[in-house]
């Protein structure tokens, strides 16, 4: 259950009350860290980092920002390595979007270098491996619906640890 901008809405209060606060006296020495797990082949990751640059853009911030996009299959980790998607997605990606954050090519749209370079895909599997620290915000949007909630149990506290104390976890509606 992926696809590029799910759930516009969320997004929209992502760039207009989270971001601004991650924004907010921020300095480009002081990377703003995302973490998103279960990240599949990459949309919601490259999504984040698309919105961000965007609110990043309309408060006049220089802070940089690295995504760390995770998932258990190596297989999805290469194809949002790759950031290339089906002409399809122009259904979820205004026009505006793909012009500014997109290469358009015969096999579809290529994700625009400045946003490749934010995101670092890696193979994580959430339950053996050690999670990653001082993250101000932390999208497990897909990734928990698949857990029993044992599992879900020994994840969330594993998710706390991960984010700044005035971090920001962002769960799915499920």
Request: hydrophobic content about 40%; aromatic content about 10%.
């Amino acid at each position: 259950v992926t696809g590029f901008f799910r759930d516009p809405t969320a997004y929209e209060v992502l760039k207009s009350t989270v971001f601004p606060r991650l924004l907010k006296d921020r300095s480009h020495t002081d990377p703003v860290r995302f973490w998103t797990l279960g990240c599949s082949t990459g949309e919601e990751a490259y999504s984040l980092a698309i919105a961000f640059a965007e609110a990043a853009e309309a408060a006049e911030s220089s802070a940089t920002l690295q995504v760390f996009a995770t998932d258990i299959n190596a297989i999805g980790i290469e194809r949002a390595r790759a950031g290339l998607y089906s002409k399809d997605i122009a259904q979820a990606v205004s026009a505006g979007r793909l012009r500014r954050f997109f290469t358009e090519s015969e096999d579809g749209y290529r994700i625009s270098k400045s946003i490749r370079d934010v995101c670092i895909f890696s193979r994580h599997d959430v339950l053996a491996d050690p999670p990653f620290s001082r993250m101000d915000l932390i999208s497990c949007r897909n990734l928990l619906i698949y857990m029993q909630p044992a599992l879900q149990q020994r994840v969330m506290p594993m998710l706390h640890y991960a984010l700044k104390p005035a971090g920001c976890l962002w769960l799915g509606s499920s």
